[in-house]
């Protein structure tokens, strides 16, 4: 019968030009992590002047490779496909690596082969245990270097002792590790990869030196992400056929997870890292990291821009808060800052002076019988000068609001309340006194805005105080304030 297909070699060695060389190493590392080794033992040497590097990976697995057709023959069925703590899937990764050698040697314990340019060829020679693999490849000087790097990125397991060259690569210290939820893939009762949740330890690792954070499957690097971490999940994670990506609601699972975790380690400049951001958008961030992540990101004292209460953002300014606007924070973050509590409204926080409280107990006023005289007399200079200043005559009513924190309060609606404990009597026996022209300037500029620190509250002033200067200039009586004088 013949085949339907056939593999050009060379075909497929051009096709992996584009992959970084690194990933020759990873794929036979990965290979023999995934058998039940105890050591692992890689070289890679580059004779001077030569364009040929020989590239070594030994393991000690008890059993070797159980048919040796398995590293020649692409997409058969992998034996790992079902097993999601091992690194093996596609059953491809050896073939790619064959693709690129000009002559490599499998030994193993049953079987051993070589190939080179007359073919492929079987071997006598045998192994105790474990399996040799030893290629020879063209490799530039700058792909050698970075080869003999990326070694050093890999996170070896911690019961298979990992040499490079001779060296220890030593094994490398979690500084967070836990259990998550995630995406993995492993093969149905028919051999197909199916997606499936489950349950795996994941392993957060510092980033060294001028490493760039990434995404590992079990110690191997899979994915860069350029985060604050290096994640390790031990289990499969969801891999492109060219396992050097996943799908992206993937990363954000598992930086979420990450995030939850890791938030108050986090350095504060973190926090406005992408993928915090990415986490503090998501469904399953946890109040605890959205609280941590906006204080280090804007500070603990901060507030959300109130356009309800313009004045209470002004006094959150001045009271040294970091007043934080609608587009600092995406819809999704902003829906989880509020679930978590985590920044609360200016008006909350630093609210403008509100004489009545929404639902609060009626305001008490005094009967106008009830008035002293020179309660009367100020009043009616009041409501003499307000047709000069605001063009429109004014109602006064004297309140009894011993407790509030106001002395007269006054809207453009509304009466000029005037609180009579809070004044006290002197105020109003002083007549047209400075403090009394003052107080009628600050709310009667209400009519214009509300305010205090906006710019309209303060022209409506200068305004107010001028037109006072002028209207007096113009009828010097407009301030007399004696008692019994009637108007
Ligand atoms: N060092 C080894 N010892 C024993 N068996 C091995 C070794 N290396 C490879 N194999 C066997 O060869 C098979 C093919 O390896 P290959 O890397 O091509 O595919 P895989 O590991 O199954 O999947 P992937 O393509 O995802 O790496 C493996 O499934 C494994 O059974
Ligand atoms: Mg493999």
Known sequence: ?????????????????????????????????????????????????????????????????????????????????????????????????????????????????????????????????????????????????????????????????????????????????????????????????????????????PVVGDEVATLYEMGIPVVPTGDTYHVDVQQKVPLSLDRDNVPPAYLRTLRTAVLNVMHDRLPAEQATAVWVREALGTRDVSSAAVRTVVANRFGPKSVVYDPSDREANKLAVVAGYTVVHGSQLSAEEWANVRTAGALLPAGQVTPSPKPFTPGGPPLQTLPREAWSDAEQALVALYQRLAPHLIGQPIEVKLALAPDAFWAACYGPAGPLYLNRPKLGRRFFKGGASEEALDLLIHELGHHYAGDHLSDDYYRALTKLGARLALAVARDPRLLSCSTGDGE
């Not at 050591?39 to 000690?60: F, N, Q, W, Y």
């Not at 496909?81 to 059953?91: I, P, Q, S």
């Open 1 to 205: 019968m013949q085949q339907w297909f056939e593999v050009d070699r060379n075909g497929l060695a051009k096709l992996l030009e584009r992959k970084g060389r690194e990933f020759l190493l990873y794929e036979l590392v990965q290979n023999a992590w995934d058998q039940d080794s105890t050591r692992v033992d890689v070289t890679l040497t580059k004779e001077p002047g030569s364009r040929l590097a020989t590239i070594r990976v030994e393991d000690d697995d008890p059993d070797g490779f159980k048919t040796l057709p398995q590293a020649w023959t692409l997409f058969a069925e992998s034996r790992k496909k079902a097993d999601a703590e091992k690194r093996g899937r596609f059953n491809l990764g050896e073939k790619l690596v064959l693709a690129l050698c000009q002559e490599a040697e499998i030994v193993s314990t049953t079987e051993a082969v070589r190939f080179d340019a007359s073919g492929r060829t079987p071997l006598r020679r045998r192994r105790e245990r474990g399996t040799v693999f030893e290629g020879k490849l063209r490799l530039t000087n700058e792909e050698f270097a970075a080869c003999c790097a990326a070694v050093h990125r890999l996170l070896p397991p911690a019961g298979i002792t990992t040499t490079f060259n001779g060296r220890l690569l030593p094994p490398r210290t979690p500084c967070a590790e836990f259990e998550a939820s995630l995406r993995t893939e492993i093969a149905d009762a028919e051999g197909n990869l199916r997606p499936a949740t489950r349950k795996a330890s994941v392993r957060v690792f």
